[in-house]
């Protein structure tokens, strides 16, 4: 589903207008944002969990050359599904 298809879904369902939707929609991604930033983790009910998570530094092998490189450690932005989303989904 792309971004017009949501926002025209949304609208129809809601009795919203398409416009008021994409802000909506704006002002959540802005959230988000900010909130990772901020408190590292964004728990959505029913959908799941966005967490900030710190690598460390690791022994890498480039597939090339086959040599081996030192990955540097970075921070990262995981999302883990819920259990009730991943039944309801998969079928389980």
């Known amino acids: 589903m792309t971004k017009s298809e949501m926002l025209s879904t949304l609208a129809t369902d809601s009795g919203f207008k398409k416009k008021d939707i994409e802000n909506i929609m704006q002002t959540l991604n802005n959230l988000i944002y900010k909130t990772l930033k901020k408190d590292k983790v964004i728990k959505l009910d029913g959908l799941g969990v966005f ?19 030192k990955i540097a450690a970075k921070r990262v932005i995981k999302f883990r599904v819920v259990k009730a989303l991943k039944d309801e989904v998969l079928g389980k």
């Open 51 to 69: 967490q900030l998570k710190d690598r460390k530094a690791r022994m890498g092998r480039n597939p090339a050359t086959g040599e081996t490189i």
